[in-house]
């Protein structure tokens, strides 16, 4: 209809995708067949049914299972190009996608498999369909700041074509701080910093994320406004949250998308933005997210177009670029 319309004609970037949470059932399959790889499931219906969490947790053992299936260059590659296909049925024209090296490199394949392989689905994607798009890479907070450190030092011949650091993987028990010295070495590098924070751990490792790791941008970021102080520094900051609804929905952090924060970020001043995070899993690509929100808190076509440029005014593009998009 003419929402739809509108919000697929509105050009936006994407901010919150993990590249490996866009891996389709399909191409799961296809994977685990062309790497001759036992998958746990007989059909694309039953990985589909699988899919239905109650948490953060919950989600990621499936998450990391199906990474599995990733071997070569050419496989990640096609999982990014996919993505950005995507990407370009809902409009967008510029991605910063995260990818979780340590998922690859624990089960054994070479750093520059994965890196070498989104690099190459990034590069097509710039080529066929004119899309823009950086490469961030995070450390799994679950994981020893050592190991993120062990995984710093693998990057170093690719510093060049990483924009940012992420902290991804299970929040609570894993507070920003426990990664201050690495997070201060990426940002030594040149390097950008995202944390997820707030999305099921407290405010109070919101706090830290501003306070001892200095971030550039906050992954989700929904628990900040159970605390009004840091809900008005997050504003007077101007910090740009990478917020994702369906995600929200599909791990619990809201019952109904109808109890969904956005609008009140929005109103609040906030420089929300609207993501998908793993869309493979959450059920919808950006414009889903942009679309099901909309309806189910009232987003008006001015909302939508702040989501839209809080995309581009958030993002980690050159202030001209910026410019030249908003
Ligand atoms: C993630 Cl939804 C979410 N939260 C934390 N870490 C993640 N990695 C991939 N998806
Ligand atoms: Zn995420």
Do not use: W
């Not at 296809?30 to 499931?41: C, E, K, M, S, V």
């Not at 190009?81 to 089960?107: S, W």
């Not at 994965?114 to 823009?132: C, P, S, Y």
């Not at 050592?146 to 991804?168: H, I, K, M, S, W």
Request: proline share 4%; glycine share 8%.
């Amino acid at each position: 209809d003419t929402l739809d319309a509108f919000i697929r004609g509105l050009p936006k970037a994407e901010l919150h995708l993990h590249i490996e949470g866009s891996l389709e059932p399909e191409l799961m399959f296809a994977l685990a067949q062309r790497n001759r790889i036992d998958l746990p499931f007989q059909s694309v219906e039953e990985i589909r049914a699988a899919y239905a969490f109650s948490n953060l947790q919950d989600f990621l053992d499936i998450y990391y299972q199906g990474a599995g299936v990733l071997q070569t260059e050419e496989d990640f590659q096609d999982l990014t190009i996919a993505y950005f296909r995507r990407l370009k049925a809902d409009g967008g024209v510029h991605a910063e996608i995260f990818y979780d090296p340590q998922t690859h490199t624990d089960r054994g394949l070479p750093f520059s498999v994965a890196a070498d392989g989104i690099l190459a689905g990034m590069k097509q994607a710039e080529d066929e369909l004119g899309i823009t798009s950086r490469l961030i890479m995070s450390y799994l907070r679950h994981l020893s700041e050592e190991a993120a450190f062990e995984t710093l030092r693998q990057a170093e011949p690719y510093l060049d074509r990483f924009v940012g650091v992420g902290l991804d993987s299970g929040e609570v028990g894993h507070p920003p701080s426990k990664f201050a010295n690495v997070m201060k070495a990426s940002r030594e590098r040149g390097l950008l910093i995202n944390a997820h924070a707030g999305e099921e751990g407290p405010p109070a490792y919101v706090y830290e994320a501003l306070d001892i790791l200095g971030v550039d941008r906050i992954d989700h970021g929904n628990r900040a406004l159970e605390d009004q102080a840091l809900t008005r520094r997050l504003v007077d900051m101007g910090i740009t949250l990478t917020v994702c609804p369906l995600s929200n929905l599909s791990l619990c952090v809201v019952k109904d998308l109808k109890e969904h924060p956005m609008k009140r970020m929005l109103d609040l001043g906030l420089k929300a933005t609207c993501n998908s995070d793993d869309p493979a899993y959450f059920g919808g690509y950006v414009g889903d997210n942009y679309i099901r929100t909309a309806e189910a808190v009232g987003l008006t076509r001015d909302d939508l177009a702040t989501l839209a440029k809080n995309s581009f005014s958030g993002s980690f593009l050159p202030a001209a670029d910026k410019a030249r998009h908003i």
